[in-house]
Structure formats: structure tokens, C-alpha cells
């Protein structure tokens, strides 16, 4: 038998690991509701993230953003009197992956740069929450 191998012929908790994409170590959010909010950063701490930065407003996540580039981020697309736009757009020119949370759902407008990032409705689900960011973090 190979050392590599247990008895049941199973893979090896490195292999495992490796075959698995780590979840991002430094997660933003953009919400203005500190409810929802606060629910997106469990939600991406359960995940495995290990940092959380959450921003309710474009200064404030602009402000993060310069202090820590996030791996990859969730925003809430309306901010009361401002939009989340010119953050995703900041975050996409740097490669960061994105996805947007919505009351609007699929008929959310965005700019064409931006068309390609996931949009998951509110309400939403842990559940639809981790499959939209599984499928941003395989690049599907």
C-alpha cells in the first residue's frame, strides 16, 4: 500500500485541501442597512474569510479598500443617495472579483464594464449566498 494512501484507499487531507479553492482571507462588504449587513459578514466569516472589512457608504469603502485591497468583495448595489458603481468599478480595474446583493434582482443596470459580476436578489438565502460566491471564486 502507498504511504499516501489510509487503508480505505482515500485521498490525503493535503490533497483534499489542494483540491479545493481556499475562500478569500479578506472579504468587503458594502451595505447600508447594519442589519443586512451584519448578517453578510457572518455569512463570509462561517465561509472562512478571515477578515470582514464593511463599508455602508463609497468614501467608506474607497477608505478600506486603501488601507486593505480585499479579495474579493459583495456590494449592495444602493447606498440611499449613491450607488455602489464606482467602487465595483474600482475593484473590477484591479481584478478584485465582485458580486452585487439587489433589491432590483436581474433587472439591476450596470455598466457594460461590470455586466459580467453575479447578482444575487434580495432577500437572499445563506444558502443562494454560497453558491453565488462558489461560483465567483471558480470563475464560472
Not at 65 to 72: N, R, T
Not at 89 to 98: I, K, Q, S, T, Y
Amino acid at each position: 500500500m502507498r504511504d499516501d494512501m489510509d487503508g480505505a484507499g482515500a485521498m490525503p487531507a493535503t490533497m483534499a485541501a489542494v483540491s479545493r479553492p481556499a475562500f478569500p482571507d479578506r472579504v468587503l462588504v458594502v451595505e447600508d442597512n447594519l442589519l443586512i449587513a451584519m448578517d453578510i459578514e457572518d455569512m463570509m466569516t462561517a465561509m472562512g474569510a478571515g477578515v470582514v472589512d464593511v463599508a455602508s457608504s463609497v468614501a467608506g469603502a474607497m477608505a478600506a479598500i486603501d488601507a486593505a485591497a480585499p479579495d474579493c468583495a459583495v456590494l449592495d448595489v444602493n447606498l440611499g443617495a449613491e450607488t455602489s458603481i464606482p467602487v465595483a468599478e474600482r475593484l473590477a480595474a484591479a481584478g478584485v472579483p465582485l458580486l452585487f446583493v439587489s433589491g432590483y434582482g436581474d433587472g439591476m443596470v450596470r455598466p457594460d464594464a461590470l455586466a459580467g459580476a453575479p447578482v444575487i436578489a434580495k432577500p437572499f438565502t445563506g444558502g443562494a449566498m454560497a453558491a453565488a460566491i462558489r461560483t465567483l471564486l471558480s470563475g464560472d
